[in-house]
């Protein structure tokens, strides 16, 4: 059965940093792109980034370029993303999500960002 | 980078066929074939329903359809089941990333 655990959110001050990581199961992890997507409490859902299978490209949500990196180790079947300089709007929930057939075929639970002081 | 346009609502008797549309631009939604639909309840993932404008994921009931005309993609649910009752979005490729739709609220009555 395929499994993607995200964690790593939490409370975050603005202008802190969070980790977060999802691990990944029940399919070969190296064979797919792997996507973070978030929605805000209440509204609606965005792409954030996403990343090649062997880690050689990655893209980004133009509004989050340059404060967030998505990375990926195929040895431990996990994905990250690392965020810097959060904003209040960052609060979200932070979905991991497997790629395939040009869609997003199997998506995690989420972990809750919260930035806030 | 802006999201695809979809109405904020729509509903239907059990039974009946409700279809929510999805538009976008030559650059996303009209540009490719890579449109998905999801589906949301409340305090859940998101799950797909349509991908590649057409195509049903193995176990997704064949009462869920989609389709496409220039920028405008549709989703339709017919024979409306109690349980058909959610959030839906819809999601286009738009080049070197993705945008969705703001979401409708499928309400059966």
């Known amino acids: 059965e395929v499994q993607l655990v995200e964690s790593g959110g939490g409370l975050v001050q603005p202008g802190g940093s969070l980790r977060l990581s999802c691990a990944a199961s029940g399919f070969t992890f190296s064979n797919y792109w792997m996507t973070w997507v978030r929605q805000t409490v209440g509204k609606g859902l965005e792409w954030v980034a996403d990343?090649?299978?062997?880690?050689?490209?990655?893209s980004y949500v133009a509004s989050l370029k340059g404060q967030i990196t998505i990375s990926r180790d195929n040895a431990k079947n996990s994905l990250y993303l690392q965020m810097n300089s959060l904003r209040t709007d960052d609060t979200a929930v932070y979905f991991c999500?497997?790629?395939?057939?040009?869609?997003?075929?199997?998506w995690g639970q989420g972990t809750l960002v919260t930035v806030s002081s | 980078q802006s999201a695809l346009t979809q109405p904020p609502s729509a509903s239907g008797s059990p039974g009946q066929s409700v279809t929510i549309s999805c538009t976008g631009t030559?650059?996303?939604?009209?540009?490719?074939?890579?449109v998905s639909w999801y589906q949301q309840h409340p305090g859940k993932a998101p799950k797909l329903m349509i991908y590649?404008?057409?195509e049903r994921p193995s176990g997704v009931p064949d009462r869920f359809s989609g389709s496409k005309s220039g920028n405008t993609a549709s989703l339709t649910v017919s024979g409306l089941q109690a349980e058909d009752g959610a959030d839906y979005y819809c999601c286009s490729f738009a080049g070197s990333f993705w945008v969705f739709g703001g979401g409708t609220k499928l309400t059966v009555l």
């Open positions: 590649e404008v057409t």
């Open positions: 999500v497997r790629n395939s057939a040009w869609s997003f075929d199997r």
């Open positions: 990343i090649k299978p062997d880690g050689s490209v990655r």
């Open positions: 030559s650059s996303d939604v009209g540009g490719y074939n890579h």
